[in-house]
């Protein structure tokens, strides 16, 4: 199968057996599908992830063995679905530019100004290489190829209404949100009020950024549920409208998004002056909404996937 070739906003994550982490001897945490995750596997992963998001330092050393172990299962099922269709092997120059463009990206994103610096903060016996970690990369980028493969075609974007959204931009400001966020949604006989006090509760008890690293089924989870700066353009009329109620550095109400449940935080709001290129403004929201939709179809697939798997942990 050829891949085509699409960058969208990515970053993964998520589940524990406790005992052996802290013990210097070597034991199986868990076995999906014959595939081994050993303490020592969990360790190095912990320690990539407080990298990733120093924020979950804070919490107890049972709920960070929990997030690595499950950090580490999605990585097996994702590679193992990979090897269906790809040589994972395979030294592919094009994927080499991904994967340097997403490290630039990951210690950008990090305040780092180069790979050097990165590398420094992975010097640790209990942490990847430089190479593991372009690994790591590696994978999500092929995930991503493949979603872009299989949906792509399914993107449904509406030119016309994205067209009205630029010309009530005209001769004006425009508001952006740099945001958080927690996705989630219940499991089956999983109660959804009991899980959204639960949410709300960590909030208060650990912050947004760990609860979103705990609770939310997004690829931001990762990284605190960060995502960046987002134009208000960009933003459904039911998100915007929730936003607009909100202040800094609160969190809103609850919204449905599909089967999924959505609480964004605004870390911060700036108003830009417009310079308006219809043409630029045009690609940028049909980006926004073909990486959101991709992202969604993305989850969807994966947990398709993940029905195929024996998860057994120690």
Excluded: C
Aim: proline share 0%; aromatic share 8%; no cysteine.
């Amino acid at each position: 199968m050829k891949l085509r070739k699409i960058i969208f906003i990515i970053f993964f994550l998520l589940f524990g057996s406790k005992s052996l982490i802290a013990s210097n001897s070597v034991g199986i945490i868990a076995e999906i599908n014959g595939k081994i995750i050993t303490n020592y596997d969990v360790k190095k992963e912990s320690n990539y992830l407080k990298i990733l998001n120093p924020k979950i330092s804070n919490l107890s050393n049972e709920k960070i063995i929990d997030l690595s172990k499950n950090s580490l299962i999605n990585e097996i099922i994702k590679k193992h679905e990979l090897q269906k269709y790809v040589d994972l092997s395979e030294n592919n120059e094009e994927n080499n530019l991904f994967v340097n463009q997403y490290l630039k990206d990951l210690y950008t994103n990090l305040n780092l100004k180069n790979e050097r610096e990165l590398e420094q903060l992975l010097v640790n016996e209990e942490n990847y290489s430089m190479n593991e970690v372009k690994e790591k990369l590696k994978i999500e980028i092929l995930w991503n190829q493949l979603i872009y493969a299989r949906y792509g075609n399914s993107v449904k974007i509406n030119n016309e209404l994205l067209l009205k959204k630029i010309d009530k931009l005209k001769n004006k400001k425009k508001k952006e949100y740099l945001l958080n966020e927690i996705v989630f949604k219940k499991k089956e006989k999983q109660s959804l009020e009991i899980l959204t006090k639960n949410i709300i509760q960590s909030i208060s008890e650990v912050g947004f950024s760990n609860t979103a690293t705990i609770y939310s089924i997004s690829e931001s989870a990762k990284f605190g549920g960060k995502i960046g700066w987002v134009e208000e353009n960009n933003l459904s009329e039911k998100i915007y409208n929730e936003l607009n109620k909100t202040i800094k550095n609160e969190y809103t109400n609850i919204i449905k998004i599909g089967n999924n449940n959505l609480i964004l935080k605004i870390e911060d709001i700036r108003i830009k002056d417009i310079d308006l290129d219809k043409k630029k403004e045009l690609e940028k929201m049909i980006k926004f909404e073909t990486n959101k939709q991709l992202n969604q179809f993305s989850r969807i697939y994966f947990d398709k996937t993940k029905l195929n798997f024996v998860i057994n942990e120690k």
